[in-house]
């Protein structure tokens, strides 16, 4: 079984930066591939980014590619988002998901079995 808990969410300007953190707790966080959701208002929950636990290859919307780097620390069993040139339309619940041990990273939904309870961001125009 895996936890997870995220930090790092709060307000910022549009063209600021944020970083967020996710805190694993349970067995072999180094076999499991990571991934960042986000949920705005009305609308549903999409895909962010991705990385997986074997190689460390990532996988970007395309909404946020070239602004936002997935990254993992498997020694301190926690993954990170870090956000720059942030939108107004980046404003949403942003969640940490893990999907099946050793398993493959996607976009999909259905292939992250834990979630957190995710962290509020709120870009400001």
């Known amino acids: 079984q895996v936890q997870l808990v995220e930090s790092g969410g709060g307000l910022v300007q549009a063209g600021g930066s944020l970083r967020l953190s996710c805190a694993a707790s349970?067995?072999?966080?180094?076999?499991?591939?990571m991934g960042w959701f986000r949920q705005a208002p009305g609308k549903e929950r999409e895909f962010v980014a991705s990385i997986s636990w074997s190689t460390g290859s990532t996988l970007y919307a395309d909404s946020v590619k070239g602004r936002f780097t997935i990254s993992r620390d498997n020694a301190k069993s926690s993954v990170y988002l870090q956000m720059n040139s942030l939108k107004p339309e980046d404003t949403a619940v942003y969640y940490c998901a893990a999907g099946r041990n050793m398993g493959r990273i996607g976009v999909t939904q259905s292939l992250y079995n834990y979630w957190g309870q995710g962290t509020q961001v709120t870009v400001s125009s």
């Open positions: 349970g067995p072999s966080f180094y076999t499991y591939p």
